[in-house]
Structure formats: C-alpha cells, structure tokens
C-alpha cells in the first residue's frame, strides 16, 4: 500500500530526529490561530518527506519533593510537623492521582539528504515556533523483553513496573479539527505514546493519489459519520474533492496519515477501562480500535523504522492545512519551574505549579517574589496566601508577617502553633486597638533622614485626615509648603545627629516635635494644631507614647496584625505603620533571613499615594534584602484607578487573578497584553479557588486552582 517509497531517493533508512518543544495553545489570541496553521502548514510544504510524530508522556516525579520534606521534618520546630506531614500526604496524593506527566514530542523526517538535520530543524524551529534540536535518538518505547497476547502485550521479567502495552489504530478522521482537537487526548492524563505516520506522494503522483482519494477523501469533516441522505453524503465528498483539488493546485499538498496509539497500564483491568475512556472519548474525531493479532509488529511504528518496512495501517488522506491542524506541540507539558515546592496549587492540565523562585535561574541572585492576588470577596484569596506563607515557612525558612482586617492571620499562626498558648509556637498574633496601642509615628523606619521625615510626614497627614482634621490654611492637603520645610527642619533637629541609633524608647514623641516646630515661626500654628488633636485630647494616650505595639517584627516566625477593631479611616494610617516597620525590618534582619510580608485588602495604602509610593518603591529594591511582598485585594481596578496598576504589575513575578467581574477581566489584560479571550472568559467564569496566574520571569499562564492540604483546610480555610 505504501507507495510513495518507489523514488530511491527515498529508501534511506536513516531518519533525521528533532526533539520538539511545546507551548501554550491557550496563550495564543483566537484570531492569531489561523495564521499559526498557516504558518505551520509551511513546513509539511517545504518538506515533503515521509514524516512521523511520536509524541509520548514520560512520568514527573514527586520523589525528590517527598524527600526532602521528610528530611525538613527533623530540621523544624515540632509545631510545623503536622502542615509537612499534611504536605507529604497531598504530595503523595498528587504523585499518585494527577498527571504528572510531561509530554515529549520528536519529529522523525526521511528527508533523504536533501536537508541537513540542521537546515531541517531550523525550517522547524521557525515554521512551528517552538525550540527543536537535532537528537541522535529516539528515546526507547519500552524496555527489556515483551510477550505478544492477542492484544496487548505483556513485559517479561525484569522489574515490575514496567506497564502492559496495547496498540490502538484510527481507521478514520471524522468531524471538524481544530488546532485543540487533539488536546482532549493530551490533556487526559494517561500515559501512552501517540504516532503520527504522515506520507506525502511526490508532486507528480498528487493527481493519481487524488483519484485514490475521490472516494473515501475527508479532509476535515466526516462524511461518514453524518446522518444525511446518501446524496447528500454524496456531494459532501464531491464538494470536498473539488475543493481539495483547488488548494492542491494553490500550493498545498496532499498527505496521508495514519494515527497509532499506544497505551500503558500496571494491570489489565486498568489498560482495558483506560482503553474503553480513551476511545470513547475520541469517537467524535478518531475512532480507534484495538489491534488484534499484530500488537508486536505495530509497535515498530513508534521507532526510527521507516514506513514501508512496517506492517500496512490506513493512511488517510489529509491536506497540508490538516496536518498542520493536527500537530500536538501546542500543550504545555509540564509546570515551567520543575517541581520544586511550595506549589502554588495545580493546573487544570494536572501538574502542580511551583512558586516563582527566590533566585534567579541557576545562580545565587535574588529574583522578586512578589505577587498580586486580586478578585471577588469569597473567591479564596486570603486562603490562598495563607497556605502560601505556611508553605513558605514550611519548605523555606520564611519569615512571615501579615498585616489584615479580618483576624484570619490568627489562623495561620493555629497553624504553626500559637506562641502565646504553647512557648514551643511558632507565630504571634496581635489584635490592634486603641483602647491598648501606643503609636508613636516619630519611630525610626528608613535608613535615610529624607525619607524617614518623609514617611512621619505621611504618617501624619493620613492620621489627620482620618481624624478630620480642619486646617485654617490656603491651598489642598494638610501642610502649606512653609509648614512642610518647618516639619523637616523641626524633626531633623529633634531626631539630632544620632538618630538612627534611637530606640522605641529614646525617641522623640510627638509633644517633643510639637515643642521644636512651635520654635519655628512657620510651624507655629502647625504645632498648636497637632497638640490640639493628638497630644491634648485622649488621643494622646495612642499617640504620643513610645511604640509598644511590636513592630521590630522580630518576636517569631510567623507575626500576624488584624485591624479588625480598627475603624475604617484608620486603617490606611495603621497600614502605614506597619509597611514602614516592614521597611526598617528588611534592613535590619539578617540578610539571609527571608522575609515574606503579607497586606491583604491592600486597597487601604492605595487610597494614600505618598504610603504607596513608598511601598512601590520599596518593592523594586527589597528583594536584594530577600523580601517580598504579596498585596491582596479585591479589585484590580483599585491599583488601576490609582496609577498604581502597571508599575505593580511590572515588579511582582506573580499576578493571580481569582474571578473577575465587569470590566475587571480588561483591566487585567490591558496592564498583560498578553491575556487572551480565553484568559478572560476563564476569569469571568472562575470558582471558588480557581484563578487564572501569570507567573515567573517567562510569564507563564496557567489556569490554576489552589488545592489544599487536609491540615490547610483545617486550620486556614474555615468559612
Ligand atoms: N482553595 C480553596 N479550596 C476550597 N475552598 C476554598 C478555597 N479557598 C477558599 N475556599 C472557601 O471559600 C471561603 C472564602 O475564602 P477566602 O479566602 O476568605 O476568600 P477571599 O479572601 O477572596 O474573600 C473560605 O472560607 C473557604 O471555605
Ligand atoms: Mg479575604
């Protein structure tokens, strides 16, 4: 049957082998996948040779994550047992239950000398835009010594995981193909082999192979399938021919193509349901059937072996375009990043996805981990970050500090023991109120006067403006300009030489401040105006007191703040305090100590642009101090609004985005260009736990859902 082998020029046994990447089809705009194909279908065009896609899954192990949390278990305090003892369970849940799979796709060409490997893998490189190199072998389909059952076929022998093989052949191509038919197949989990065996006649025999083909021709609908009349089945295949016949003449070829799989299992019962779901599932576009008899010979196709010494199968007709329809490079196979924990949780592909690295790529140097978690109240963001940190604190060492609204770092300090019940705990939790908080917002945070006069600045006029502060002077905001040169002048003065070396004790307060400015003929007013309000009044029990809230933010591992008993126009100005705290701890911790700073409904901050800017500032440089920042809210329109979207999306190496509503879903794609329909619909239409990530220095897209451990629903996901 294989007739296409007669020119001698193609006898050559030897195959050139390229191993071809993958990318993400999802990534890609739904307007751009016609241009895709078209660019694709170039290649079968300009190298019309026998060809053959082997496309295999190869397992990922989780063997080596297990391990080492097994060894973490002895280097941390009891009280982190049981969230590594929970992970080691989920982990061996995912080894055993998800597809941890990666597929590896090579592309065997006979192209007879006329390409050198090399020509031909740049002709690949560039017509399917994935990376492809030239590989000596093909990588075995088994090993040791199988025998032949009827069929399937059964290892002999030799150590007992090697799986039962079953070789499956499509006897058709039915129905409409798109560039994500074959997904369904890749997608689904199971390990096997697929081949794709493509032979294209030579130029001149195109015409008698189209003849061949007028009767059974189907190029991308299923004539036999169809529950029409027989004539219109009949002019179906009369339209498809004609059509065909033009885009042959138009510069497209006619290929066929037959399509083998091989399946693996560990027992019989389970090839045979792996079996049974598999065909079921890809009745629709290629009915596959069980070989019976010649399982041996047929798995000669998943080699080097050329065509025509193989066992004959049916090739069926199929156009240039089809092909290039057909080809599986467009599933990403596995989490980029590798299998390093924390996980950030799963894609919907099945593998886990690991958290952006603390360094970059092969070297010591520090990478951001920052991320922005953002979506619908509900949609389990503050989880999500929860079973982050405790994963960070878990796998890494991490310092964590959390600063929220709700009380729900009370929960992530249960979960690696609760220092004020047990003094083996290893977390803090402080409720902030002003019946008991004294504040003093002279205290020391930046390492240079500029910026920490800057900082008490802010600090105060947030905390008058929350306290409504009414300033009988021209112009906006809380200071005129001469006030401000007279607040620094003042602070500077009280501060005195040695300033970075005061400690929550030895700190001016704000009555000494007031004392020095009112010294000062521009900052007189300003002066009696900030006694009034907050040395005077009862106000001054919190504000002019040293610090005794612990904001050195060195007491434990894990140190979490609510303001839940903090009156909303407060908040900005305690979430001030503390990102200034966060600041000065950066500095002052031990450089290798990570730090992990966690600002869930971050949208307070952004309502004051001087704290923000300061945040944003912040971030660019903190991770050379190996500190990153999670921000947590709502909406993306709050940092968009603000000015502040793009500049954090370009500094965090994360972006997850849980369900998104109304125009948010644009937002997000205007500040990543690179978001498709896809993406957004897959925003709009999320569930509880479910986001769409953007994650790592490659910017990889994943849909993901964050799974959690028994002990994290327990302890962090409680309603
Ligand atoms: N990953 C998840 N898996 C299962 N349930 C979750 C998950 N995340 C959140 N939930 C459920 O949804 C509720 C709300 O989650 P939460 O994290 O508080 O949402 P948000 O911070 O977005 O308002 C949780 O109490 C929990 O019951
Ligand atoms: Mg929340």
């Known amino acids: 049957m294989p007739t296409v082998d007669q020119d001698p020029a193609t ?70 047992w049981p969230a590594l003892d929970s992970e080691q369970i989920y982990l061996e849940w995912a080894q055993q239950n998800l597809t941890l799979r990666s597929l590896r796709s090579h592309l065997l060409v006979w192209s007879d000398g006329v390409f050198d490997p090399e020509a031909l893998a740049g002709l690949a490189r560039e017509r399917f835009g994935v990376v492809t190199a030239v590989v000596g072998t093909l990588p075995p389909l088994f090993q040791g010594r199988y025998s032949e059952q009827l069929d399937y076929l059964t290892p002999l022998g030799g150590p007992a995981e090697r799986p039962l093989l079953r070789v499956l052949v499509a006897y058709q191509m039915r129905g409409e193909w798109s560039p994500r038919t074959l997904h369904a197949l890749l997608r689904m989990g199971y390990a096997f082999t697929l081949v794709q065996d493509v032979l294209t006649p030579p130029p001149g025999t195109a015409d008698g192979e189209m003849d061949r083909a007028q009767q059974t021709l189907n190029v991308q609908v299923d004539v036999a399938a169809g529950q029409g009349e027989q004539d219109t089945r009949g002019e179906t295949a009369k339209a498809h021919c004609t059509r065909a016949t033009l885009e042959v003449q138009a510069g497209q070829r006619l290929h066929r193509v037959a399509h083998l799989l091989v399946l693996q299992a560990d027992t019989l019962a389970q090839l045979n349901k792996t079996t049974q779901t598999v065909v079921a599932e890809l009745a629709a576009v290629l009915p596959l059937r069980v070989e019976i008899g010649r399982q041996a010979a047929l798995l000669s196709y998943a080699t080097t072996a050329p065509t025509r010494l193989l066992p004959t199968v049916p090739h069926w007709p ?29 894609d919907d592909a099945g593998f886990l996805v690991p958290m952006p690295s603390w360094n970059k790529p092969g070297s010591d140097d520090p990478e951001s981990r920052d991320m922005l978690i953002t979506g619908e109240k509900g949609q389990g963001k503050t989880t999500f970050v929860l079973k982050g940190a405790l994963g960070e604190v878990t796998y890494n060492d991490v310092q964590v500090v959390i600063l929220e ?82 607040l620094g002048q003042a602070l500077s003065e009280e501060y005195g030489p040695h300033w970075q070396s005061l400690t929550p004790t030895t700190t001016p307060l704000l009555h000494d401040l007031c004392a020095r400015l009112a010294k000062i003929p521009a900052g007189r007013k300003l002066a009696r105006d900030l006694r009034a309000t907050f040395v005077d009044s009862v106000s001054g029990a919190v504000f002019d007191r040293p610090t005794n809230l612990p904001l050195q933010l060195d007491e434990a591992r ?31 911790k031990p450089r290798a100590q990570r730090l992990l700073v966690i600002v869930d409904e971050f949208g307070y901050l952004v309502q004051e642009p001087t704290l923000m800017e300061a945040v944003a ?27 502040w979207g793009q500049k954090i999306a370009d500094i965090v190496s994360a972006q997850i985005y849980f369900r998104q509503i109304g125009t948010a879903p644009e937002i997000a794609r205007r500040l990543n260009p690179e978001f498709t329909d896809e993406h957004l619909a897959m925003m709009r239409r999320a569930t509880t736990g479910w986001a769409v990530a953007k994650v790592g220095e490659q910017g990889d897209i994943y849909r993901l859902h964050a799974d959690l451990t028994g002990y994290e629903r327990r302890m962090l996901g409680g309603a």
């Open 405 to 486: 609204p709700q009380r729900h770092g009370q929960r992530l300090v249960n979960a690696v023991g609760d220092k004020a019940q047990d003094p083996a705990g290893q977390g803090l939790f402080h409720d902030i109120n002003f019946a008991t908080a004294q504040i003093n917002l002279l205290d020391i945070v930046e390492p240079n006067l500029v910026d920490q006069i800057s900082q008490v600045r802010s600090l105060l006029e947030v905390l008058m403006t929350a306290e409504k502060v009414q300033r009988d002077i021209a112009g906006q905001g809380m200071f005129t300009p001469q006030e401000l040169g007279a």
């Open 558 to 588: 894990v140190l979490a703040f609510s303001v839940f008993d903090i009156q909303d126009r407060y908040r900005p100005f305690l979430y001030g305090l503390f990102t200034g705290a966060v600041r000065r701890r950066t500095r002052r």
């Open 617 to 643: 500032r912040e971030m660019k440089t903190c991770r050379t101090f190996r500190t990153a920042y999670w921000l947590v809210e709502q909406s993306i329109r709050t940092f968009d609004e603000a000015g």
């Open 11 to 80: 006898q050559r046994r030897t195959a050139t082998i390229l191993q071809m990447g993958a990318f993400d089809q999802n990534s890609v705009p739904e307007a751009a996948l016609g241009d895709l194909v078209a660019q694709a279908a170039g290649f079968f065009v300009a190298a019309p040779y026998p060809l053959r896609i082997i496309t295999r899954t190869a397992p990922i192990s989780l063997i080596g994550p297990i391990q080492r949390l097994t060894e973490r278990m002895v280097q941390t305090p009891r009280a982190l």
């Open 318 to 346: 199929v156009l240039t375009q089809g092909l290039a329809v057909e080809l599986p490079f467009g599933v990403r196979s596995e989490a980029a990043g590798g299998t390093e924990g924390p996980f950030l949780g799963r």
